[in-house]
């Protein structure tokens, strides 16, 4: 059973930083791929960052890109999403997702923790 716990948001300022972290079962983050999405009322759950299983190369969606970094550390079993620059747009529910298949596709995702709230004032 994958169990997959975010802690680490909050609130923040427009420009401020947040590190979300992803506390994952077992041996997960070297058997799945690992991603963060987001979600915000009355819309999809879209995709943020996501890692191969392998650690190879790390996907972002357009709108994060240059502000937000994913990393895992295999030995903590931990996945973090480093995010920098943030808007007011970023405001959402984030949650950390692990999965198979191609990196950047949310529903790929079959695996999710319960999220956790990221809210950038203006």
């Known amino acids: 059973q994958v169990q997959l716990v975010e802690s680490g948001g909050g609130l923040v300022q427009a420009g401020g930083s947040l590190r979300l972290s992803c506390s994952a079962s077992g041996r997960t983050v070297l058997r799945y791929n690992m991603g963060w999405l987001r979600q915000t009322p009355g819309k999809e759950r879209e995709f943020v960052a996501g890692?191969?299983?392998?650690?190879?190369?790390?996907y972002y969606t357009d709108s994060v890109k240059g502000r937000f970094s994913i990393s895992k550390d295999a030995a903590k079993n931990t996945v973090y999403l480093e995010m920098n620059s943030l808007k007011p747009e970023d405001t959402a529910v984030y949650y950390c997702?692990?999965?198979?298949?191609?990196?950047?596709?949310?529903?790929?995702?079959?695996?999710r923790g319960q999220g956790t709230q990221v809210t950038v004032s203006s």
């Open positions: 890692i191969a299983w392998n650690g190879g190369t790390a």
């Open positions: 997702g692990a999965g198979g298949g191609a990196v950047d596709i949310p529903t790929n995702y079959a695996y």
